[in-house]
């Protein structure tokens, strides 16, 4: 019954408008990487936070694959993607979205990261993070003037993928209502 | 003092308030209804269905009555409104072979099982005005025949059981959707007709006509042309079967093409194919036409740079809405980049000036 | 319009081409393609910003839309309409009121801030489809990063004309990675192209979008010896004065008199509301 209430409840209230500025906030710090924004409207089962599961509901639908990462990976989130957003539940190697903290969504090597024609075929990773701040890694690149900072989980294996640039992923970093991105342009350094 | 031309808005409303007075026509002559459209102009709305890609003759009507029979216009009419429309899911492919045929030829056998059945076809008629319908087109009752119980077969079939003609290969595999995902190059053949069914009728018909002139002709003989109603069949998950949701009118013809063998293949004939909404003759001819002059690479053929090969061509081109909203998108305000133009050709035509004179002067 | 979604396209489709705007924004200049739907006005009239603006436009946005820099051309006043009734957005005519921005043919002169987003028409995304007609041999030309053809191409031109015979749609370097059609701007407008907004491009008869996020190094092509120069008439705006705005040529007479003003409406309208005025120009202009 508990699974049940929680499949169907937590969508947004009012599609169209939530969504419009669910995307709003994922666009601005995809465009502007160190940038946190607050994203909500949608709740999803524990532990999946508000923010990655308003990312899910804005971005995935029946024409994305989506991989749920260890801890995310639970029946009730299986079904509440499902109902919400119909996508379709994949392995990592055919993720367009995949969900989950960083140590369970590794390794990254199993993700797509485009071909030289076509690459905009990337998985997009939604990283779940204890917090989000402004410190830590020194960014710079499109989107960022001058510099700007970021706590990101793993330095060296980000910077190996902005080395693929223009393939790779591009990351979303959740906690609890709040969103940052790292697109795969941004250039990375430590502290 | 100079003061910029204004009021778009009210230029818009009025421009839409005479056009709407310019369809309607002398209002002392009976208005047109879109029953009588539908029944009487049967083969517009046909042609508005297929490159409209909805099947609904009521909304086809609807458009060409809107669009004051300008059929693009229409066919646009109605290209907008279906992709608003949610997708509930896809049938199971027809089944044609399956079709109640209104109309039925082979140009390649004198007789075959099934018949000769000419159906309501311009066909045979003397092109001459009838001036007798400016007065009253009322029509006397025809005999009718007793519809024929059994199925139709495909006149290939019996080329395939000679095994004389090539086999296309079978495949379950979900065709990609040109309306739901980018066109990409090169495309597979499931896009390729999809493109040339929804494809403007002129330019198809005038690509068909480019290789029947000797621009990567083919060869091609009408197999069968077939025009009937087919059942649409969808299957619904909760009740574990496929039921029967309506009918299509279709057209479809199957050409057969005289094939000399290639590195790959043996001399064998091989097919062009077409399908298209109602009665869409021309159009379904046309499509098999092309469909087999692109077909130049899987069979091994060489490429003689003909246009009706060239799959990029064909398909980037072949779309009428796209087509006609950017050739009249010309007649939109350009004047900022016409004016970096002006300035340019000033300056260069300065440039050579300069050029000139010093060069005459030197010469002096 | 009422039984239309808000901003007229469904969820589905928002969905699709927000996912490509994200793409876009990830690798800048890089034209993603996306399933371009038919829109209720022609292809060629601005199909693809339409999208774009649908997909981005919020509740809370105020609605700007210019064509050759104006608010009050036709086309202009169509689309702004157009979501006026779908979205029911605020509109205005004031750059700097302005959140999202659609524009075909111009950069407004003001520069924009952080807080903005300019969406642009594109008619042919692709830069090098005048030399390669081809999709499948233009496609690879990216992935290889092989511009050779465009360098040949403007240097054919220095060699015969003098000149780089190409005044407006200028293509540019983004990042340096992609060649970038900045849609048929003038040239003049190519230095703002590195701004603080983030710009959105959407060609919906291509199929194609791209992105030019914020501070995004974006370089026009030239030559060491011969640089590009960002052009315009050598006039004063006629109306307002300013020597440093894009302008129109506008025939006054049979005998040829001609004047120049601003081709961005509301800066021109801004500048006169300040006092400014030009040679033609009066004290109380609207």
Redesign the interface.
């Known amino acids: 019954m508990q699974a049940q209430a929680t499949q169907f409840a937590g969508g947004f209230s009012n599609t169209p408008v939530d969504a419009a500025h669910a995307f709003r906030a994922a666009m601005t710090v995809m465009a502007r990487p160190g940038e946190i924004r607050t994203l909500s409207g949608a709740q999803a089962p524990v532990p999946v936070s508000g923010a990655a599961a308003t990312l899910l509901l804005t971005l995935c639908d029946p024409e994305t694959g989506v991989y749920l990462a260890g801890a995310s990976d639970t029946p009730e989130m299986r079904q509440w993607l499902t109902f919400h957003t119909g996508a379709p539940l994949v392995d990592a190697a055919q993720a367009d979205f995949a969900v989950g903290t960083w140590t369970d969504l590794l390794p990254l090597k199993t993700y797509r990261i485009g071909t030289s024609e076509y690459p905009d075929r990337s998985a997009t990773l939604i990283v779940e993070c204890h917090a989000l701040a402004q410190t830590g890694a020194t960014l710079s690149g499109p989107g960022i003037k001058n510099t700007s900072q970021l706590n990101l989980p793993d330095i060296p294996a980000l910077q190996a993928n902005s080395m693929l640039y223009p393939l790779g992923m591009d990351f979303f970093f959740t906690s609890g209502t709040q969103v940052a991105a790292l697109p795969r342009s941004t250039q990375i350094a430590k502290g | 003092m100079y003061v910029a031309v204004k009021g778009g808005e009210r230029a818009i409303e009025n421009a839409h308030a005479w056009l709407a007075e310019e369809r309607r026509g002398d209002t002392s002559v009976a208005e047109l209804s879109t029953a009588q459209i539908r029944e009487q102009l049967s083969l517009a709305v046909n042609r508005v269905m297929a490159e409209g890609s909805l099947f609904d003759a009521d909304l086809a009507a609807l458009a060409i009555k809107q669009s004051r029979g300008d059929l693009i216009e229409a066919i646009f009419l109605i290209r907008a409104y279906r992709t608003t429309l949610p997708r509930f899911g896809a049938s199971r492919p027809v089944e044609t072979g399956q079709m109640a045929c209104d109309r039925r030829i082979s140009a390649t056998f004198k007789d075959a099982p099934g018949g000769q059945v000419l159906g309501p076809t311009f066909d045979y008629t003397h092109r001459l005005l009838d001036f007798k319908l400016a007065a009253e087109g009322e029509v006397t009752p025809t005999e009718q025949g007793t519809p024929r119980e059994d199925v139709t077969p495909h006149i290939t079939e019996f080329l395939q059981g000679e095994d004389i003609i090539q086999r296309e290969p079978e495949s379950d595999a979900v065709p990609g959707d040109l309306t739901r995902e980018p066109m990409e190059f090169p495309a597979n053949r499931a896009l390729r007709l999809q493109s040339l069914t929804r494809g403007d009728e002129g330019f198809i018909l005038g690509m068909a006509y480019s290789t029947q002139r000797g621009y990567a002709r083919n060869h091609a003989f009408v197999g069968e042309l077939r025009i009937g109603k087919v059942a649409v069949e969808m299957d619904i998950p909760e009740l574990g079967f496929a039921i029967e949701i309506g009918e299509l009118e279709l057209t479809e013809c199957e050409t057969v093409n005289q094939f000399q063998g290639s590195k790959t293949e043996p001399p064998q004939f091989t097919r062009g194919y077409g399908l298209v909404f109602g009665q869409s003759e021309r159009k379904s001819i046309a499509m098999a036409l092309v469909d087999r002059a692109l077909r130049w690479e899987e069979l091994g053929e060489d490429n003689l740079g003909a246009a009706a090969q060239d799959e990029e061509f064909v398909l980037s081109h072949s779309d009428n809405i796209q087509a006609t909203g950017f050739l009249e998108h010309i007649k939109l305000p350009h004047y900022v980049d016409f004016q970096s133009e002006l300035e340019l050709v000033r300056k260069l035509r300065r440039e050579v000036e300069e050029r000139t004179t010093a060069h005459q002067e030197a010469a002096e | 319009m009422t039984e239309?979604?808000?901003?007229?396209l469904?969820?589905?489709?928002?969905?699709?081409i927000?996912?490509?705007?994200?793409?876009?924004?990830?690798?800048?200049g890089?034209q993603?393609?996306?399933?371009?739907?038919?829109?209720?006005m022609?292809?060629?009239?601005g199909?693809g910003g339409v999208q774009v603006s649908a997909?981005?436009?919020?509740?809370?946005d105020t609605f700007k839309v210019i064509?050759?820099?104006?608010d009050?051309?036709?086309?202009?006043?169509?689309i702004r309409?157009f979501f006026e009734n779908t979205a029911g957005v605020a509109v205005t005519e004031e750059t700097e009121k302005a959140t999202l921005i659609q524009t075909?043919?111009?950069i407004p002169e003001a520069e924009l801030t952080e807080d903005q987003i300019l969406v642009y028409q594109v008619?042919i995304p692709e830069p090098l489809r005048f030399l390669e007609?081809?999709?499948?041999e233009t496609?690879?030309m990216?992935?290889?990063e092989e511009y050779g053809l465009m360098h040949v191409k403007l240097y054919e031109d220095i060699s015969q004309?003098?000149?780089i015979?190409t005044?407006?749609?200028y293509p540019v370097m983004v990042?340096d990675?992609?060649v970038m059609d900045p849609s048929?701007?003038?040239?003049?407008d190519n230095p703002k192209l590195e701004m603080?907004a983030?710009q959105l491009f959407g060609a919906g008869?291509e199929?194609?979008i791209y992105?030019?996020?914020?501070?995004?190094?974006v370089v026009s092509l030239d030559f060491e010896d011969f640089p590009f120069v960002a052009?315009?008439?050598n006039h004063p705006c006629?109306?307002c004065g300013a020597e440093d705005s894009?302008?129109?040529?506008?025939i006054?007479d049979d005998a040829g008199n001609r004047?120049f003003?601003c081709?961005d409406?509301d800066f021109c309208r801004s500048r006169r509301a300040a006092g400014h005025v030009g040679r033609?120009?009066?004290e109380d202009?609207?």
């Open positions: 239309y979604n808000f901003a007229y469904d969820e589905q489709t928002k969905r699709m927000r996912r490509a705007i994200l793409k876009g924004l990830a690798v800048p890089y993603v393609p996306f399933a371009s739907r038919e829109m209720p022609p292809y060629g009239w199909t997909a981005t436009l919020t509740p809370d064509d050759q820099g104006a009050d051309t036709t086309n202009a006043v169509s309409k075909r043919h111009r008619p007609p081809r999709e499948t496609r690879k990216h992935s290889l004309h003098g000149d015979a005044a407006y749609a990042q990675r992609y048929p701007i003038p040239k003049f603080s983030i008869r199929q194609r992105a030019v996020p914020p501070h995004t190094k052009s315009k008439a006629d109306l894009y302008l129109d040529e506008v006054l004047m003003v081709s409406t033609l120009g009066t202009a609207a």
